[in-house]
């Protein structure tokens, strides 16, 4: 098969950080072929370079060669991409959410009763009937019989997908496609019928590209598998000698973070949370990379994804101590993605991690802590009592840190020493002097401030150094820093370890054992990134659909925690869609991007 | 017409999902909510009642005219007249305002540069002691040209303050009705000479307050001119407003008012899909500014009297407060709705000081009223206008 | 607080310079000139501090000022309606702003909530359509006192009232002081300067520092539970409650309370001050008021003797305007 695509040595840097460095391969006429690779392994990167995303462009571009159908590109923006034949499903979605169905379809390719002489053409009269009834035909292929009219944010998500993905494959002059996440918010059936298009497509000559975190279907779809690990190839398979453990092995390396010994106490064992929606499961111990205990191995599933063979809970029953926070049967109510009948018990000096898919509820739990109006039913209880996100009490004992630490953790333009002291000074009445006026006291809060920086080694020019000018770890640090100073019952962290170097990933991970051990202090991490769960945390509850469903003892590794969220896709089957995080969300943000990437 | 109205707010989107394969929205589907009633047949006056129920703000301006009409005790004839002349001579104006709303920049509050074009056009012409034929086209070819040239300017400067187009576009007017104003005093007969010495102050230099326009004067109103059951108005004046709003209804459904509005929806994805935001937005302001200028002449004509320092002031005001009383948004606006805007308000314009002069005695009263509508019905469109979060319902 | 100078300040700083130096050679008395200057500063210092709050809260510029103008002006007009005069008239008239700026002031906030990222433009349309409210209470109000009154054959108060039978000079009177043949209205100065240490010593103290807070980052306060809408209501008060007190302390000076329209006409050049001071969305205080305070104040006097010297006498106040917008456009550019 003739070369469609060839990269040779392609680069790009963020800053200081490498997002990709000297990636290559190439890409037949025809073939199909899957990105895979963790968390700001660069994929994605990788997709926005081949897409024109104004982005890339914007942070100083990328070095290296991408030469298609013989032609070297340059790819400036997404109208260059287009032009040279490349075109995107995107994992948010490119469709315009006010206009229809039909508008999105031949946005730019639209169908005219004029055709006015080129430098005019965009005068040319719309013809809406032509295009509605040339939509309908397009969809229709996909199945979709929904109106071409109504305005596509009111269709639903697995809709708006295959909306996109019709647009984009009926381009004309259509040579390579990518896709971002295709199938990640779609049920099994419109998941077949995605793959079978794609599958079509390539037959007919068009190249694919793709990025998936589900590792079976890449398995199934590709020719092709490339795994990027740390921006570097970490591998090219093909589809016969590929199978999940190697594939697993290649994404997160041989050496998994060691992991951390910490002592949670009390010794938690998942058990009943005290919600009788929840089966207990456990985990029977260490299932590592040195192989699988012979009971295990009997009921263990290979093949397209891994199960957890239910075994009854071993071990110390969970200490009787109530939970310091209790969520009770909470449901949220936005328009994107929601908790549905939630149930958790975080137990008091525990370490307990919390994930999920995109989509499927970590997203939402975190923006429950963030979000003061979001409209919810169902119980919340802090230490016994009934709260809610508003209280001021609640935001005195739950430190939280969401997922952009950026916006919202950090007071960018402020310093070192400010940002350490502010929640202490203004909430907690700490560094005040002249009593009832509550001064600034400069003196105490440095000396506090310079003993912070030299015990969590935060790598700053000086305390009034503005925080927007410390690199992502340091920035990091200071944040953990200023929650932890305000010693809250719990600490919530949401994506601690996003966009920061691997050094400052161990320091922050030890860093929370050492708060556990040392203080007592309840931690709830919630991430998508098995890193930062397995070896760390006591407990860790997984979430499908926005409720727990599954609850991974200390003894998880990351190829179970990964088969856990997968789980379960063959149960929903042609179940109700799932929540519109995926897809719906702000396209700016570029993962990858200076604020995501390490 | 076409409604890009109101979408319900908040809630989750109604699953039109592919598993409900049977099911089918109907083409022209809910496009904003309560249209099911207006639809369902029945007479033209029964359509336009449901119309009217659902859109409140030219029901409410409709149920102000009334009252004012009735309090001014003024002849329906008479209100019949002035309300054409004044369609005739401020639609124009208030059309050259949807393109930036389309292009979603807001109200286009630095209109009165392209006023100040046509204004500039205009006294040039005068200045240069020009009459007739050879006057309007030399006013023409300068105000034109100018007011396309200070569009894109304005369009790049809108396009460095995203998201704070509206008091940007206001500050741009202000500074630009100063600099106006500056060129006016200090030019004329003093830096440049004048051909038509009566164009200036007693002084010498600088224009006169208000200069009347032989060769401008009336040009399109008396063309055509009739009376039909002691309503007398002008078929050419009309003509040349009908042939404004067809473009501007044509710019709206052509590629580039789709352009237009995907760009106002949602300006990143726009950008992946391959439109230039940047270009389409710039194109949207030098449109309206070019409208602006040609509204402001057609404005002049009618009245005929060049007020140098203020005639352009306000412009953006009334336009924007007609638009939106014929139920326009922030978000999106029609030709209809500026028809319909422009006949409304200024069917109070007209009847306020006379309403107020014979309820209070005070016809002040009646203008502050007008006044607080104006900025009252601007600012109630600000407050109303809730930003959209990404893909959410 | 103000490491590098910004731009609209350095720009103005230039101008002035060159004023000056115009004005001098024009032969401009600079005795004079100090005093005046030091009298335009104490007049107009609290109406540009009524800025502050709001754009420390994140509210932007406060371009719905007419609405605390027109406080003030209902103060003072309570106060000369009950004919008070002097201290007591004028004591009274700030309670009535203040009273009247503070209702005024909450109302404002909250529809202010509604419009989160647009106050501005909100704040100008609000504050528009106010004045033709104000102007028609001016004209119907039972006001009785007939030196406030149109003359016969008007409806409603004056547009201009005098204010020397009341309180006109109490604060510009009060301490006066003359060093070095500069006139000082010491009384005016200190009054402002007053005011001016309380807003920044407010916002020295945590609560105040809350109130920052909730403008410089809104979900980082919200994260720690601190309450957004409320400090955005109070400092959309506090900021109108300044005005009210600004326009009191500007026309006791200036001799005359200016109703209708002109209440509107204050609002552009505090802006401008205000940005001449070095005040940006992150940084705004009582110090960047006083610093626009002063240079602005300064150009605007030295504008007259200048265009009267070397320009035609009616281009003043277009020249002042084309500088105040100006800058306003650039401060606008470089956000």
């Not at chain 1, 006015?116 to 005068?123: D, E, N, T």
């Not at chain 1, 040579?175 to 390539?202: F, H, I």
């Not at chain 2, 099911?23 to 639809?39: F, K």
């Not at chain 2, 009908?242 to 501007?248: H, I, R, S, T």
Request: proline residues 5%.
């Amino acid at each position: 098969m003739e070369t469609l695509l060839d990269i040779s040595g392609l680069s790009k840097r963020y800053g200081e950080s490498e997002a990709l460095r000297n990636v290559s391969f190439s890409l037949a006429r025809g073939e199909i072929v899957a990105l895979l690779g963790a968390n700001g392994s660069g994929k994605s990167t990788l997709l926005h370079i081949l897409s024109g995303h104004e982005v890339i462009f914007a942070t100083g571009s990328w070095q290296g060669r991408i030469v298609l159908d013989g032609v070297p590109l340059s790819l400036r923006s997404p109208r260059d991409a287009l032009r040279a034949g490349i075109s995107m499903v995107h994992q948010e979605l490119s469709l315009l959410p006010g206009l229809s169905a039909a508008e999105n379809l031949f946005l730019t390719r639209e169908r005219t009763r004029t055709s006015l002489p080129r430098r005019l053409a965009s005068l040319d009269w719309v013809d809406r009937a032509a295009q509605r009834e040339e939509g309908a035909a397009v969809l229709a292929e996909l199945g979709i019989r929904a109106g071409t009219e109504v305005p596509v944010r009111r269709l639903s998500l697995p809709v708006r997908h295959l909306v996109e993905f019709a647009r984009e494959r009926s381009r004309g002059d259509l040579r390579l496609l990518l896709l971002d996440e295709p199938t990640s918010c779609l049920n099994r059936g419109d998941s077949d019928t995605v793959l079978d298009a794609v599958r079509t497509l390539a037959a007919r000559g068009t190249g694919v590209l793709f990025v998936s975190h589900k590792i079976s279907e890449a398995i199934a779809l590709a020719d092709r598998m490339v795994v990027l690990r740390d921006g570097d190839v970490a591998g090219i398979f093909s589809r016969r000698d590929a199978d999940e453990r190697t594939l697993v092995r290649a994404m997160f390396g041989g050496d998994l973070l060691a992991a951390t010994p910490h002592a949670s106490r009390p010794d938690t064992e998942p058990g009943p949370d005290g919600c009788t929606a929840i089966p207990p499961e456990a985990t029977p111990g260490r299932w590592g990379p040195s192989g699988l205990r012979p009971e295990a191995k009997a009921k263990e599933k290979t093949g397209k994804g891994a199960t957890i063979p239910a075994v009854p809970a071993v071990g110390k029953t969970a200490e009787k101590a109530p939970p310091v926070l209790a969520f009770e049967n909470v449901t949220t109510a936005t328009p994107d993605e929601n908790l549905r009948n939630f149930c958790l018990a975080v137990r008091p000096g525990e370490i307990l991690g919390v994930t999920s898919l995109l989509g499927q509820g970590k997203g939402a739990f975190s923006r429950f802590f963030s979000e003061e109006h979001m409209p919810f039913s169902g119980t919340l209880r802090l230490k016994g009592r009934t709260v809610t996100v508003r209280d001021a009490s609640f935001r005195r004992h739950v430190a939280f840190l969401s997922e952009d630490r950026r916006r919202d953790s950090l007071l960018l333009e402020r310093s070192v020493l400010e940002n350490l002291t502010f929640p202490a000074y203004a909430l907690a009445g700490r560094f005040r002097r002249m009593g009832p006026l509550g001064l600034f006291d400069r003196a105490e809060a440095e000396r506090y401030a310079a003993e912070a920086v030299r015990r969590y080694g935060i790598t700053c020019a000086s305390l009034r150094q503005p925080v927007r000018e410390l690199s992502g770890g340091n920035q990091q640090k200071v944040a953990v820093a200023k929650a932890a100073g305000l010693s809250p019952t719990v600490l919530v962290v949401c994506e601690p370890t996003r966009g920061v170097d691997l050094r400052t990933k161990r320091a922050l991970l030890e860093w929370f054992a050492e708060l556990n051990r040392e203080e007592g202090m309840t931690i709830v991490i919630c991430s998508g990134e098995p890193e930062d769960l397995v070896g760390v945390c006591s407990r860790i509850a997984v979430l499908r659909e926005g409720q727990v469903r599954r609850m991974l003892g200390r003894g998880a590794d990351e190829a179970a925690l990964l088969a856990a969220m997968e789980m379960d896709r063959e149960a929903d089957g042609d179940g109700a869609a799932n929540g519109p995080e995926c897809g719906g969300g702000c396209v700016g943000a570029v993962p990858g991007a200076p604020e995501a990437r390490r | 017409m076409p409604f890009f109205g109101d979408r319900p707010a908040g809630g989750p989107p109604p699953a039109v999902s592919v598993s409900e394969r049977g099911a089918s929205e109907g083409n022209g589907g809910a496009h904003g909510g309560g249209n099911a009633g207006a639809r369902a047949g029945g007479s033209a006056a029964g359509r336009a009642g449901a119309w009217l129920a659902t859109h409140p703000m030219p029901l409410l301006f409709l149920v102000l005219c009334a009252v004012g009409i009735r309090l001014a005790g003024l002849s329906l004839p008479f209100v019949a007249e002035e309300v054409l002349t004044r369609l005739c001579r401020d639609t124009v104006l208030a059309l050259a305002l949807i393109l930036p709303i389309t292009a979603g920049m807001g109200l286009n509050f630095a209109l009165p540069v392209g006023a100040m074009a046509a204004q500039g056009g205009l006294l040039i012409a005068t200045c240069a002691g020009l009459s007739g034929d050879a006057a309007v086209g030399t006013a023409l070819a300068v105000a034109l040209p100018l007011s396309a040239l200070l569009g894109a300017l304005i369009g790049m400067v809108l396009n460095r303050v995203k998201g704070r187009e509206m008091i940007v576009s206001i500050v741009i007017g202000l500074l630009g009705s100063n600099l106006y104003q500056l060129l006016c005093l200090g030019v004329p007969g003093r830096l440049i000479a004048v051909a038509n010495p009566s164009v200036l102050l007693s002084k010498g230099s600088g224009l006169r307050n208000s200069v009347d326009l032989e060769f401008f004067r009336h040009i399109l109103r008396d063309v055509g001119h009739v009376t039909v059951g002691g309503v007398s108005f002008s078929l050419g004046s009309l003509m040349v407003v009908f042939l404004f709003a067809a473009a501007v209804h044509w710019l709206l459904r052509s590629r580039f008012g789709l352009h237009a509005r995907a760009v106002a929806d949602d300006r990143d994805r726009a950008a992946l899909c391959g439109i230039v935001p940047d270009r389409v937005r710039l194109q949207a302001m030098v449109l309206s500014t070019v409208l602006g200028a040609c509204g402001q002449l057609i404005y002049i004509q009618d009245l005929s009297i060049l007020n140098v320092y203020t005639g352009h002031l306000l412009s953006d005001i009334f336009a924007a407060a007609a638009l939106l009383a014929g139920g326009a948004t922030l978000r999106s606006a029609t030709v209809g709705q500026a028809v319909l805007g422009v006949l409304l308000f200024h069917t109070l314009f007209v009847v306020s000081p006379m309403a107020g002069q014979n309820t209070l005695s005070n016809a002040a009263i009646g203008e502050y009223c007008r006044s607080f509508i104006a900025y009252g019905v601007i600012a109630l469109a600000i407050l109303l206008n809730r930003r959209k979060e990404g893909m959410s319902a | 607080m103000m490491r590098h100078i910004s731009p609209p300040t350095r720009i103005m700083l230039v101008f002035l310079v060159v004023l000056l130096t115009l004005a001098l050679k024009a032969g401009i008395d600079p005795t004079r000139l100090a005093g005046d200057a030091l009298r335009k500063l104490g007049m107009s210092a609290v109406l540009v501090l009524s800025l502050v709050p709001m754009m420390r809260a994140g509210m932007g510029l406060n371009f719905g000022m007419p609405i605390g103008v027109s406080a003030g002006l209902l103060g003072m007009c309570l106060s000369m309606n009950a004919r008070l005069t002097g201290a007591a008239g004028f004591a009274a008239a700030l309670g009535g702003a203040v009273a009247v700026g503070s209702l005024f002031g909450y109302v404002y906030g909250r529809i202010l909530n509604v419009a989160k990222g647009r106050e501005e433009v909100a704040g100008v349309f609000l504050g528009y359509a106010f004045l033709p409210l104000m102007s028609v209470f001016w004209t119907l109000a039972p006001f009785s006192n007939r030196k406030m009154l149109y003359p016969v054959g008007g409806q409603g108060l004056r547009p201009r009232i005098g204010l020397d039978p009341f309180f006109a000079g109490v604060l510009d009177k009060g301490f006066d002081l003359t060093v070095g043949g500069v006139a000082v209205p010491l009384g005016l100065l200190l009054f402002a300067g007053v005011l001016l240490a309380l807003v920044a010593l407010f916002y020295a103290t945590a609560t105040g520092k809350t109130f920052s807070v909730v403008g410089e980052n809104e979900r980082y306060a919200r994260i720690l539970g601190i309450s957004v809408e409320g400090r955005r209501i109070a400092s959309a008060l506090l900021s109108t409650v300044l005005a009210a007190v600004g326009i009191c302390v500007y026309a006791q000076s200036y001799g005359f309370a200016e109703l209708y329209e002109s209440a509107s006409v204050m609002t552009f050049p505090a802006v401008c001050a205000l940005l001449v001071g070095g005040a940006s969305r992150w940084r705004a205080g009582a110090a960047n008021a006083l610093l626009g305070v002063a240079i602005y104040q300064t150009m605007y006097l030295l504008s007259t003797p200048v265009a009267n010297a070397y320009l035609a006498s009616e281009t003043t106040e277009l020249f002042r305007m084309v500088v105040t917008n100006g800058v306003i456009l650039y401060a606008f550019l470089r956000r």
